[in-house]
């Protein structure tokens, strides 16, 4: 058969309907009498962006932009608590590297956060594994955790080096037991907002402790994302939005300083493996 | 073993690679290979891109026919998202090099772009081992596919805009011309586009060309996708150049009633608790 001849030779658009306007549910913008480019006010779920300024904090509008609603006073201080927590993932953290390299190397300041935003998205204990957090939260919960730990540890394949991750925001750090992480989420626990979820991580955590794993960063955000009804598929945005002033402060740290203010690993250490 | 950190000692401070560095006052070296030496003014620059991404230095019609693909995945057309991403970061005077890289990341997508190709690889993969095991065509359409509007949704087969695809003809004439044979990938391909044709009006899209062509010359989906990482960002950067160059905020400039806002109304804003 010719190529003209074939299925695909012949080319036609195709009768989708395309909207004309893109919709939103979550902002609107009034335009100014004289001119319709020009917004006179802007609403926020149908709160005057104004009055928002005026009577609600940052944490207030960021569950209203996502949740649709103002949260109550106890969701607001959990949600504060959770940013708290996580505003820095640390200077050791890959993503901070990032940006850490990014700054040293005088990276235009303004793409120093997508680049360690970006790094952050990875599924190793990163934003890539919080909806299959969420979600495997969602499901576990109706069940006692016990049960599905043990489950998991019959069924889990070990690896022979490096850390286990036997769900999604459990396992090991560095082979042990995340001291940060256990601390933060029994802090988190005592909030009168924490729910199923983060009671369920918790008792999901105690169940590994002897196999020498718990608690994840990213597990602790997934189950309070879980318990303030996050929609898993914004989980990622919600934690690099929580991650970014840390990763930010600290590429920016760097930027004025010279090159030789970072490790430049020697050749006698930088071992090539590969033989031709 | 609980607290045992001798796994990250041994990596304390060293770097071990798979691939290869520099050593500095001895050369460039990538798999072996001197890079300076070896590759550069004797190789073309997307055989050491696949072996970059493979570990393998493909011969230079392969990697020929890999690099067609690339002017095949890269128009200048700001209306694909991918590129429109460009032109809007070309409208606000963003760099070229962030307005690549951010219409390029937008194709790490499950809709269109370059993450599909793991899928499309690892159907057409699949459904060979299904044929050789005396699976019919239709068998292998209708099981265990998803079906979408009484269709089956088929990773490398139908498209979104438009019926058909004209890089699958581009293509073949390149196949052709670097004297490249239709594998056991390709023949099964186009036996079900044939059946999707004749029963659902659908046809192969060039992410199921490019699929069972790089099955039959053994490489995986992860692979493709490696090798692609970068594919439609050409196009991107031309889109990006023709909005940067004209008068800023002028690309597909947006009046308040050009939203459609559907949510709840006014309301006044209680104090907190």
Redesign the interface.
């Known amino acids: 058969m010719s190529?003209?001849a074939?299925?695909?030779?012949?080319?036609?658009?195709?009768d989708?309907v395309y909207?004309k306007?893109?919709?939103?549910?979550?902002?609107?913008?009034?335009?100014a009498a004289d001119n319709?480019?020009?917004?006179a006010q802007s609403?926020c779920?149908?709160?005057?962006l104004m009055?928002?300024m005026?009577?609600?904090?940052f944490v207030?509008v960021l569950y209203l932009l996502f949740r649709?609603e103002?949260p109550?006073?106890d969701e607001?201080s959990l949600l504060e608590a959770l940013m708290v927590a996580f505003i820095n993932p640390g200077p050791r953290h890959p993503a901070t590297r990032a940006a850490m390299n990014a700054g040293i190397g005088k990276t235009?300041p303004?793409?120093i956060l997508?680049i360690a935003l970006?790094t952050l998205s990875g599924k190793h204990n990163g934003a890539g594994s919080l909806e299959e957090g969420m979600r495997f939260l969602r499901q576990q919960q109706r069940k006692p955790a016990q049960d599905t730990a043990r489950q998991l540890l019959t069924t889990i394949e070990w690896p022979a080096?490096?850390d286990c991750n036997i769900a999604p925001g459990f396992g090991s750090h560095?082979?042990?037991i995340d001291n940060m992480s256990q601390q933060i989420a029994g802090h988190l626990l005592q909030m009168p907002a924490a729910g199923t979820a983060l009671s369920w991580g918790q008792q999901f955590a105690r169940a590994l402790a002897e196999?020498?794993m718990g608690w994840l960063t990213t597990g602790i955000v997934a189950a309070v994302l879980t318990d303030l009804g996050f929609q898993p598929r914004a989980a990622a945005g919600i934690y690099q939005i929580i991650s970014a002033p840390g990763l930010f402060a600290h590429g920016v740290e760097l930027a004025n300083k010279p090159m030789t203010a970072m490790?430049f690993?020697a050749?006698e250490?930088?071992?090539?493996?590969?033989?031709? | 073993m609980k607290n045992n950190t001798g796994f990250w000692d041994q990596r304390r401070g060293k770097i071990f690679s798979s691939k290869g560095g520099w050593k500095i006052g001895q050369g460039i070296f990538n798999h072996g290979y001197s890079m300076m030496d070896d590759f550069v003014g004797k190789t073309s620059y997307m055989q050491v891109v696949m072996l970059n991404a493979t570990g393998r230095l493909p011969e230079r019609p392969l990697a020929d026919w890999v690099e067609a693909v690339f002017i095949c995945l890269s128009w200048p057309d700001p209306r694909i998202w991918c590129n429109q991403i460009g032109a809007l970061a070309g409208t606000m005077q963003t760099s070229a090099m962030a307005a690549t890289c951010a219409g390029t990341l937008a194709t790490d997508a499950r809709a269109y772009g370059v993450r599909p190709l793991i899928e499309g690889l690892a159907f057409i993969q699949h459904a060979c081992l299904d044929s050789q095991a005396g699976k019919s065509i239709e068998e292998i359409v209708l099981s265990g596919n998803r079906v979408r509007r009484g269709k089956p949704e088929i990773m490398g087969y139908a498209r979104p805009i438009a019926k058909g695809d004209e890089r699958i003809a581009a293509m073949e004439r390149v196949t052709e011309q670097l004297d490249f044979d239709i594998g056991e990938h390709l023949t099964l391909a186009y036996r079900i586009e044939d059946y999707l044709a004749t029963n659902y009006n659908e046809s192969m899209n060039i992410n199921g060309y490019v699929s069972a062509f790089l099955s039959d010359q053994g490489f995986t989906g992860e692979e493709a996708y490696r090798m692609y990482a970068t594919l439609v960002s050409s196009g991107v950067t031309a889109c990006y150049v023709d909005t940067r160059d004209k008068i800023p905020n002028s690309f597909l400039p947006l009046r308040c009633d050009d939203i459609d806002y559907q949510g709840v109304v006014a309301r006044d804003v209680p104090d907190r608790n």
């Open positions: 190529s003209s074939k299925p695909s030779a012949q080319v036609r658009k195709r989708d909207v306007r893109t919709a939103t549910r979550l902002w609107q913008e009034l335009p319709a480019y020009i917004t609403r779920h149908g709160y005057d009055q928002l005026q009577k609600r904090s207030d649709g103002l109550t006073a607001a235009d303004g793409l997508p970006t080096e490096g560095y082979s042990g196999e020498g490790p690993i050749d250490d930088y071992q090539i493996e590969y033989e031709k």
